[in-house]
Every structure is written in structure tokens, then in C-alpha cells.
């Protein structure tokens, strides 16, 4: 990606001071007719605009905000992420920011990227993915008094940086009451290893829910790694119980598929449902827990704009005196599976 030019650029190319530049854009009588000559010729040379240069000058921010794009899996729950950007991207340029795209591979790769990109970039922010327990990152872009906003609970301190996340918990208690409603009594759980933010809070919705119809969800609860593969294995095991389950309960779309081709390998008349509703989930018929992924992103620019213009990293600067947090309610879409 080129580099962004700013107003600053602009001044460094034509050899003279950021008030300058600003001088020449708005009240260029004031500017001798060879310094206004050489700073238009930066601009033309580096295509910057001035209504750009303008708003820069008005707010003091570039208007450029980065985010991650998380390393691919197995091709189905990625485009959860995919779809995220996308409603970030829509929503950061109806709000007058562009967004840039990096990679990284863990956390300690995403800092030195941090780094790297504040040395070249003017940048407003970051919005943040992935989050989890003990998480560097927000810390190291705290210390620094850089603006943030992470998609996902900051799980250690909840209440100490802006966040918006979506009520995992809310998503599978909703899609455990669906199937209790449909008769089921035995209701399992196919869930990532205990640890993981996303994946207990997944899983305690299931658990609630499976409690409150009197059975011990100690029994039927499972883990492993995602994985279509994983999530098949584990279904063939729950399926070979002396009394199986009749319904399973996955944390992700990639767990589900595996689990239904189990069931159906083994002609067992066994719900499945999944979560987040990927496109291999409306393609199969497989009923899966929805995030409003769209309204997710629309929320992260919200709180964004409200640090910036607070002038911290805690929300505390909010204008409209709204939350810091956002909490958002998945929905269930039902179909032949579940």
C-alpha cells in the first residue's frame, strides 16, 4: 500500500512549515506567490486534496483507521471476519475514515506491526479482533495513549476499554430453548477447549440452558479444536454413549458441519446447530446462530469517533454520554437441521 500522505508530507516536499501548507489552502493571499507555487506543486505531485488537507487540519486526524485480517482457517468461519471488514469499511467511509489492512500471525507479530505502522502511517487508530484472555495488545496501545476499539470483550477488564462484542452466551441458550421446544431433552455440547473468552461464554449460554430443564450438562459437554474434521469425531463419540444425546449444540458453523455428517452417516435422527451463520450454513440447511455482524462494525466506528473526539482510550470523551461498551444479541435462523 503506498503511503499515505498527509499534511505533513505535503510540507516536508515542498520545504516548508504544516501552517504553511494550511495558509495556502485556506488564505493563500497571505503566502508569497512562490511559496504558494512550490506547496500547490507538492500537492499536485503527491495528489493531495484539499478538502482532504482541509478536514485534517480542521479535526488534526488523518481519518485512517487499521484492522487485522486474522490468518485463514479452514475457509468457513473466516468469512465471519470477512464480513465484519466489509461493514467496517462501509461504515468508517460514511463516517469520512478509510481503513487499512494488515496481517500478522500472533500477538507479539501484530505489536512489532503496530510499531511499524505508527513510524509510517498517520494514523487515527485501531480497530481490534480476536480478543482473548491476557490480551498485550490493548495494554501495549494503552501505555501508548494510541486510540482503540476492539470487536470482542476485553475480558480481563471489562469495563476499562471500548469494546463491542456479540452475546455468544444469549446465541446458544436461545438455539438450547429452540431445541427444547422441539421436545429434545438430551442436549449436547460441541465447544472449543476451555479457556478461550468466545468459547466459555458460548458454552455457559448452553450450560444455563441445559440446567434450567434439570440435566447435568457436566455429562454431555465436549471439547476440541475447531475443525470440521474435530467436530466430526466428536459427535461419532457423544453418538456411541448408552444414552445419546438427541440434539448437539456447536460453537461454530466448522463444528456443526462435522457433526452433521456423523449424524447422518450414522442415519441418527439428531439435531444440529451451529453458530454464525456462514454461507456453507445456508447452503446445507444447517440452523446457526447470526451475529448482527454489520451493526457490530457500524458500533465500532461510533465508539471510535467518540474516543477521538474524547481525546482518550477509554470512551470516557463520549459526546452523547453513551456506553463504552456494546453489547450486541445474536438470533437464531432455523432450518432443516434444528
Known amino acids: 500500500m503506498a503511503q499515505k500522505v498527509t499534511i505533513a508530507t505535503v510540507a516536508r516536499q515542498a520545504g516548508v512549515s504544516r501552517q504553511t501548507v ?8 497571505i503566502v508569497r506567490e512562490e511559496t504558494r507555487e512550490r506547496v500547490r506543486a507538492a500537492i499536485t505531485a503527491l495528489g493531495y486534496r484539499a478538502s482532504q488537507a482541509a478536514r485534517q487540519m480542521r479535526t488534526g ?3 485512517l483507521i487499521a484492522v487485522r485480517i486474522e ?5 468457513i468461519n473466516g468469512s465471519v471476519l470477512d464480513r465484519f471488514l466489509h461493514g467496517l469499511t462501509e461504515a468508517a467511509g460514511e463516517a469520512g475514515y478509510r481503513v487499512m489492512l494488515y496481517t500478522a500471525t500472533d500477538a507479539a ?20 479482533t480476536g480478543t482473548d484472555h491476557g ?26 476499554y471500548p469494546w463491542v462484542d456479540v452475546d455468544g452466551a444469549a446465541g446458544t441458550a436461545a438455539a438450547t430453548a429452540h431445541l427444547v421446544t422441539q421436545g429434545h431433552q438430551r442436549i449436547a455440547f460441541i465447544g472449543w477447549p476451555a479457556g478461550s473468552g468466545v468459547g466459555d461464554n458460548r458454552r455457559a449460554g448452553w450450560a444455563s440452558a441445559v440446567s434450567a430443564t434439570g440435566v ?31 440434539a448437539l449444540v456447536c460453537a461454530s458453523d466448522s463444528l456443526a458441519l462435522g457433526a452433521l455428517q456423523a449424524v447422518r452417516d450414522r442415519g441418527a435422527a439428531v ?3 451451529g453458530f454464525d451463520d456462514t454461507p456453507v450454513a445456508q447452503a446445507i440447511g444447517l440452523t446457526s446462530v447470526s451475529q448482527p455482524l454489520a451493526q457490530a462494525a457500524a458500533s465500532c466506528v461510533d ?32 432450518r432443516q437441521s434444528g
Request: proline share 9%; net charge negative.
Open 22 to 29: 494550511s495558509n495556502v489552502i485556506h488564505t493563500p493571499e
Open 61 to 63: 486526524r488523518s481519518q
Open 71 to 75: 490468518p485463514t482457517r479452514d475457509g
Open 109 to 128: 507479530n501484530e505489536i512489532a506491526t503496530y510499531d511499524d505502522l505508527l513510524g509510517a502511517y498517520d494514523l487515527d487508530a485501531f480497530v481490534l
Open 135 to 160: 490480551d498485550v495488545r490493548t495494554a501495549w496501545l494503552a501505555e501508548r495513549k494510541v486510540p482503540f476499539v476492539t470487536f470482542g470483550r476485553s475480558w480481563d477488564a471489562p469495563e476499562r
Open 216 to 246: 447435568d450438562p457436566a455429562e454431555l459437554n465436549r471439547e476440541t479444536p475447531d475443525g470440521i474434521t474435530q467436530g466430526e469425531e466428536v459427535a461419532r463419540q457423544l453418538l456411541e454413549l448408552k444414552l445419546p444425546p438427541t
Open 271 to 273: 439435531a444440529v446447530t
Open 303 to 334: 465508539l471510535l469517533a467518540a474516543v477521538l473526539d474524547g481525546g482518550g482510550v477509554d470512551g470516557a470523551g463520549d459526546p452523547g454520554g453513551g456506553p463504552a461498551q456494546v453489547l450486541l444479541t445474536p438470533s437464531l435462523v432455523v
